[in-house]
């Protein structure tokens, strides 16, 4: 791989949760990209429109009267804010270390090792061989740079800074440091506070260091170590009244004492924590010798199995390096951002992107990971009560489809795409999700209030439909798609995406509340509820209907396909349980097409494993990995595997590291399900270790050869029973014998809803998909054991 030279999507991500780095490796003039994740325009502010209650009712009758761009027009009036669209997340800015003479280098290599968290460059000049290490250390809260001569006295370079904002500014301090300083911008009338500091300190081997007004110069030094430190006055999402010069000093001072090896260890340490818990081996071709741009430009001509691991664990990669306990979620670009005005402003679009960015957190092990997130959903439970209240005349809480570091909860960007009124329905069940893995009730119980906040507002604010008397959400919208029989506005009533959401929901709530024994009269009320909410549909073109009338057009290839989300990642329509939706889904999804947005092909990835059909999956894993540019459709991936929409958005990264693991391992079907879509480019051999399982399982093991299961080892860490669906007859390890399943599965956290029958169009042919046969077992655990089985 060549240096980035001015291509940031060149450059190779480095990030503690909190810090975010692209480092360019270019040779004579290094970029260090710098991003603080509380670094956004703007302050604490609401952005709901109160006129919308007194208008709901004259929105309602213009959609139910077939009028819905009317009902968009006064949408855009009375329900979308008149005040902020949402902040920016804002970039702090570059470091840049520029090395005189080197110019004419030879042997360049740069490489970012996801085994460490570290990124390195190196490269000779003059028979001198240098090399930079360069990473974001989770313990210490800095930036590290470490630079190296193979021969003494001979490292010399120039530090300065570049600030990117408009209030920015960068000087040397009296102690002989590199500053950089700034507020934040105004936006959209929301005035900028949020102060940043950062703090750049050398300490050489050898040599000596010289200041200027603003830079600092290193001269004939054998090594030196760059320590960078930034801190914002933000405290919470009202709070910013914080010190942001104490507490990057803080953070430098506790680093700056110890030695680049002290520091190292402690990283790579914290970090491996998680890496190491989960191993993918798809097995190696000498294709995995060659520069990662080159095995992404030859990927789909050519049989490199190891690039799809290296592309799951990148995934999982970006997500320690973006999202840690007490910081802020991933946005748009996870934390990585060099641009004022990003696209989408960076900020977290909660009808699909933000979601995606956590599904590989629990199943992929990394559930630390899934904090921020949870944090931000609890916290919006709390703005969100306001705009239920004053926007809907509801109880509970509510969000639209899109917040930012002021958890603003109000309708952005246009009624067509922004009077969703689902994001705080989807998001809270991330949150019954995780309970779902780890079975904690204190974190259940402490989560409840949340649940049942969503469930409130969707209890209050649903409506009877006057033509067909199912109880549905009005005015509401399938994210970002229209049919042309609504004028072309997606402004609707009772949209499926949206009774999905509902349903689970109120299930959620309804379980959560037997499990904590609370709340029995609410719950039966929710039961009510969801018995009268519109059923599914299958339409004239056998295809899941998207919308309540029979209106979707199969030649549409929207990249949104938000009608199935009850396939993934929910779990209403399953194979095994619904086989007419089940084969309604698989129409749906042949006449969206494939090629799409980079997100919209990782969901896609997902979809098709739920299909059960990993060589349908594998063929988007490989539409996804082309350069940026050769897919006439958009999608694709840059040189440093950032997923591009384009442009970059991370959560194509995320969504499809949860595809791959879905490919091998599901447990949201009533059963833990190994193999279940296995490719055929990977049936030979191959192994995984790491990944987890509702209910407290883990796979600690599990090895295949020819598409069967050679050995598996489940570990259970709240016990109660374990089904499971396998490809090949097993046993246990010690000879005895698995019980055949009988029945439904007894574990609670298997349990799977009755989902209302569909209504089917008489135009549409329900195709009988023919299922592999497979192996049902059941397994009466024991926390904290292990349960070893090989192949019959």
């Not at 001015?6 to 503690?16: C, F, R, V």
């Not at 989770?138 to 904002?165: C, E």
């Not at 506070?193 to 040599?207: A, P």
Request: charged share 20%; proline share 5%; net charge neutral.
């Amino acid at each position: 791989m060549q240096p980035s030279g001015s291509t940031w999507e060149n450059a190779l991500p480095i990030g503690n949760g909190r810090l975010g780095a692209m480092v360019f490796g270019n040779v004579a003039f290094e970029t260090i990209q710098l991003n603080e994740s509380t670094v956004w325009s703007g302050s604490p502010n609401r952005n709901d429109n109160d006129l919308a209650a007194d208008s709901l009712e004259e929105i309602r009758k213009l959609v139910f009267e077939g009028k819905q761009k009317d009902a968009e027009l006064l949408a855009n009036k009375v329900i979308l804010s008149k005040k902020s669209q949402g902040q920016i997340f804002e970039p702090v800015g570059e470091l840049h270390i520029a090395f005189k003479g080197h110019d004419n280098y030879t042997h360049y290599y740069r490489e970012l090792d996801i085994e460490k968290a570290v990124v390195r460059t190196s490269y000779t000049v003059r028979n001198i061989r240098y090399t930079r290490e360069v990473f974001a250390s989770i313990p210490d809260q800095v930036i590290i740079i470490r630079l190296t001569a193979d021969k003494p006295a001979k490292l010399s370079f120039n530090v300065f800074y570049s600030p990117l904002g408009p209030n920015a500014n960068a000087k040397v301090s009296k102690q002989k440091e590199l500053t950089i300083a700034g507020t934040t911008m105004d936006h959209e009338g929301i005035k900028g506070i949020v102060k940043y500091f950062g703090i750049t300190r050398i300490k050489t081997d050898g040599g000596y260091l010289s200041v200027g007004d603003t830079s600092l110069t290193v001269k004939d030094a054998n090594a030196a170590t760059i320590y960078i430190s930034i801190a914002t006055n933000f405290n919470n999402y009202n709070d910013v009244r914080g010190n942001d010069h104490e507490r990057a000093t803080s953070y430098l001072d506790k680093a700056y004492r110890k030695s680049f090896v002290t520091i190292l260890k402690a990283h790579v340490l914290a970090y491996q924590k998680y890496f190491n818990r989960v191993k993918l081996d798809l097995g190696s071709t000498d294709l995995s010798t060659l520069p990662t741009d080159e095995r992404l430009k030859n990927f789909n001509t050519s049989n490199d199995p190891q690039f799809v691991t290296l592309y799951f664990q990148y995934g999982r990669y970006l997500l320690i390096s973006s999202s840690q306990p007490g910081g802020q979620p991933c946005t748009l670009q996870g934390i990585w951002n060099n641009k004022l005005y990003p696209p989408w402003d960076s900020k977290y679009t909660i009808n699909i992107n933000t979601e995606m960015n956590y599904w590989p957190a629990e199943k992929t092990n990394l559930a630390e990971m899934h904090e921020p997130l949870i944090k931000m959903v609890e916290e919006l439970s709390v703005t969100g009560k306001r705009t239920a209240e004053k926007m809907y005349r509801a109880r509970g809480w509510m969000a639209h489809h899109n917040t930012d570091l002021w958890r603003i909860n109000g309708a952005v960007d246009g009624a067509f795409w922004g009077i969703w009124p689902n994001g705080g329905g989807w998001l809270s069940q991330h949150l019954w999700e995780h309970f779902l893995y780890n079975g904690d009730k204190k974190f259940l119980s402490k989560v409840y209030p949340v649940l049942k906040g969503a469930a409130l507002f969707f209890s209050s604010y649903l409506i009877e439909h006057p033509k067909n008397h199912w109880l549905v959400i009005c005015p509401d919208m399938s994210p970002e798609n229209a049919p042309s029989a609504h004028q072309g506005s997606s402004i609707d009533a009772g949209v499926t995406m949206t009774n999905q959401i509902v349903f689970d929901v109120f299930s959620s709530t309804i379980r959560a509340a037997q499990i904590l024994n609370k709340d029995k009269s609410f719950a039966d009320t929710l039961k009510q509820l969801r018995s009268r909410l519109a059923p599914m549909q299958i339409g004239q073109y056998s295809q899941l209907q998207e919308w309540l009338d029979d209106v979707d057009d199969p030649n549409d290839h929207h990249r949104h396909i938000s009608h199935l989300y009850g396939l993934f990642p929910s779990n209403q329509i399953s194979p095994y349980r619904t086989p007419a939706l089940y084969s309604a889904a698989r129409n749906t999804l042949a006449q969206r097409g494939d090629v799409s947005t980079g997100w919209s092909m990782g969901w896609k990835v997902n979809w098709w494993a739920k299909m059960l059909d990993g060589n349908h999956a594998y063929k988007l894993i490989q539409s996804q990995l082309r350069p940026v540019g050769t897919n006439a459709e958009g999608g694709g991936t840059y040189d440093n595997l950032f997923d591009a929409h384009p442009p970059f958005q991370i959560d194509g990264n995320f969504g499809c590291a949860s595809g791959i693991a879905e490919l091998l391992m599901q447990s949201e079907d009533g059963t833990l399900d190994l193999l279940p879509a296995l490719p055929d480019v990977w049936q030979s051999k191959g192994s995984v270790s790491g990944l987890r399982a509702r209910g407290g399982f883990e796979v600690v093991d599990l090895d295949w050869k020819n598409g069967k299961i050679v050995k598996a080892v489940i570990k259970s860490t709240l016990g109660g029973n374990l089904r499971l669906r396998l490809p090949n007859e097993m046993k246990l390890s010690n000879g005895e014998t698995l019980s055949a399943a009988v029945g439904d599965n007894s574990n609670p956290f298997y349990k799977t809803e009755i989902i209302p029958d569909p209504i089917i169009s008489p135009k549409a042919v329900i195709t009988k998909s023919e299922l592999k046969k497979t192996f049902e077992y059941d397994i009466l655990t024991k926390a904290g054991k292990l349960y070893s089985l090989v192949a019959n």
